[in-house]
């Protein structure tokens, strides 16, 4: 009968032991109480797991806010090209104006010069130049050795 009794006593202790109730305080070092012993561990108490939820919750809030920063700066900057390329735009079609411009000046004043031109050159063939040079012109040339 001691044998039944010291068995049920045994059972009786290792049912209410720090073993079998996964007690996390049987799983710290004696040395430093931040370290763990990795053959008694039962795993993390409740107030270890809730704080790494919430360093996950503000390490979530941490990069959504970067996130969004960074997004932000992205629109920024392609608000800014989409300025400077309108900018760039407008510059080359002002420049392309002020060619055309530039080109039709050019034109009027050679236009100009050519009528100036012909207008002379048909003053010289109406007026001065008159005669017309026959072959007695020529001949006169190289007759003599001297």
Known sequence: MSELQDNIEEIQANLAGDILTENPAIGRSFVAPNRVRPDHYKGMSPAEQEAI???????????????????????????????????????????AALRAEMRKQVMEENQGLAKTQFDRNSFLKSQVYTNEIDSSFYSQFNTTSR
């Open 53 to 95: 939820l919430m360093e996950q919750a503000t390490q979530r809030a941490q990069k959504a806010e970067l996130s969004a920063a960074k997004k932000a700066d992205d629109a920024a900057v392609d608000q800014q090209m989409e300025s400077m390329r309108q900018l760039g735009a407008y510059n080359d079609a002002q420049v």
